[in-house]
């Protein structure tokens, strides 16, 4: 069974600009989770799908959003880029809400000049 | 709130030796305790799990136990490889919310 997928690989934008990363998770699965890497803050949660609706949200600003489509796959956007975005973007999906078995993907790094 | 405190690493450590990476958590009620793995390049890796006390949950030769009345998920193994150097972070979960990581330790074994 094929793991979760996610692209970009690697991704490097410029301050004030937008992006937008791709989360597909295991086949059947159907809760998706996103976490920020940054060597200062360490593994932050963003938020989680389920069925199409986000669950749970972390304490980060509104220029993070995200959504997930009826086939499961995810993405997140954030807007009006800030050099402190820097981060590997880690998307996690599990069967269901419950959190015991979650599945990463390799990440997304990006880069904010 | 809920937190995860992690011994500070980089841990160094020759091949065969013995291996215990120090996990202590802040939780209300009964969370569920995790280790995952992190190799370089890649996304985390669930390694174990245990969900009440006294549990021991354990993988690859890695095991950690739940010790409730220390707040403690301690990792240990008896020999470690090369292969096992990687980061290693503690995570802990609450039902209806999100896994909540410690900052991780870096583990580098040499031959």
């Known amino acids: 069974k094929a793991g979760v997928t996610q692209t970009p690989r690697y991704l490097i934008k410029t301050r004030g600009q937008q992006v937008t990363l791709s989360c597909s998770p295991i086949s059947g699965h159907r809760s998706v989770s996103w976490y920020q890497q940054t060597p200062g803050q360490g593994l932050q949660f963003l938020f989680e799908?389920?069925?199409?609706?986000?669950?749970n949200k972390g304490n980060f600003p509104g220029r993070f959003s995200g959504r997930q489509f009826s086939n499961s796959r995810s993405e997140m956007n954030v807007s009006t880029l800030e050099l402190g975005d820097s981060a590997l973007y880690l998307c996690?999906?599990?069967?269901?809400?419950?959190?015991?078995?979650?599945?990463f993907g390799p990440g997304t790094r990006l880069t904010v000049t | 709130g809920n937190s995860v405190t992690q011994m500070e690493g980089p841990v160094t450590l020759s091949e065969e030796a013995f291996l215990t990476i120090n996990c202590t958590y802040t939780?209300?009620?009964?969370?569920?305790l995790f280790w995952y793995v992190q190799y370089p390049g890649e996304g985390l890796q669930l390694l174990l799990k245990a969900t009440k006390a006294d549990d021991k949950g354990s993988n690859k030769g890695f095991e950690a136990t739940y010790r409730k009345e220390t707040t403690s998920f301690h990792l240990e193994k008896g020999s470690v490889q090369v292969s096992d150097s990687a980061v290693y972070f503690c995570a802990l979960l609450q039902a209806g919310t999100a896994l909540i990581f410690g900052k991780g330790t870096t583990l580098s074994v040499s031959s």
């Open positions: 799908y389920f069925s199409e609706t986000q669950r």
């Open positions: 996690a999906s599990s069967l269901d809400r419950s959190g015991y078995e979650q599945y």
């Open positions: 939780a209300t009620g009964y969370p569920s």
